[in-house]
């Protein structure tokens, strides 16, 4: 059994992991929601969501479920800070943890590495200004933005109630024909259930917020050997081959 620990914030689309539980054996994913003061996708609220003091909150209860790795399951938590400050954040919660630690923002940046992806599409449910951080912050990764979609959703409450045809939407209005792969970051948003939909609507490969963030997890944890047809191409056999590299 692989257990990755996941720093959540509030209630929204956790159901994402038990799902992905499900799907790939011997994995065991405990959850601790972390505190997100007010619900809004505002660059200052969301610098407060990912203060690391919030993040360190729930380390111990993570450590104590026997996790093997932590990621903070946000994404806009994390860029918001840019390509130095994220990294001192995970920096300082791994340091907490006393565990190999990251989050949903690396997360993308190393998914599509190991798909070999390098211009991507961004399907964002930001405002623009938000959206335009998640760009810099992906171009800092060394990745090639050919367009960035916002669809100006304030809360995560209100993405939480998204289904299926609002995100099946979502990517094919943010794909683009030169991209390589579609992005959809926001971990408040349920996908998991609709991933092999996602990649057929757009022909290419979908990341999501919950998807690379469990990927990123086991790659922390070195766990081989995790696959699931039903999860995209991130967890084809080749994806799972590369959470060894």
């Not at 990927?215 to 060894?244: C, I, K, N």
Request: charged share 20%; with cysteine; hydrophobic share 45%.
């Amino acid at each position: 059994m692989t257990t990755v620990g996941l720093l959540y914030p509030g209630h929204a689309a956790e159901e994402d992991y038990p799902r992905m539980e499900a799907l790939l054996n011997g994995l065991n994913l405990p959850i601790v929601r972390t505190d997100i003061g007010e619900d809004a996708h505002r660059v200052d609220v969301l610098r407060e969501m990912g203060a690391t003091e919030r993040l360190a909150a729930g380390v111990e209860e993570l450590r104590l479920s026997g996790a093997e790795s932590v990621v903070w399951a946000c994404t806009s938590g994390s860029f918001v800070y840019g390509w130095e400050g994220a990294h001192e954040q995970i920096r300082t919660l791994a340091a907490a943890a006393g565990l190999p630690a990251s989050s949903t923002a690396f997360a993308f940046a190393h998914a599509a590495g190991a798909l070999g992806v390098r211009r991507v599409a961004v399907a964002a449910t930001y405002p623009p200004d938000v959206t335009e951080l998640f760009v810099r912050f992906l171009e800092a990764a060394g990745l090639e933005v050919v367009a960035a979609r916002s669809s100006s959703v304030v809360t995560a409450a209100e993405l939480a109630r998204w289904g299926r045809e609002h995100v099946l939407q979502l990517a094919r209005t943010g794909d683009h024909p030169q991209a390589e792969a579609v992005l959809l970051p926001d971990t408040a948003l349920h996908t998991v259930a609709y991933l092999p939909e996602l990649e057929a609507a757009v022909g290419k490969p979908v990341l999501t917020g919950n998807q690379v963030t469990v990927w990123e997890g086991l790659r922390l944890a070195e766990r081989r050997g995790a696959w699931s047809a039903e999860l995209g191409r991130l967890f084809a056999r080749e994806g799972a081959e590369a959470l060894t590299e």
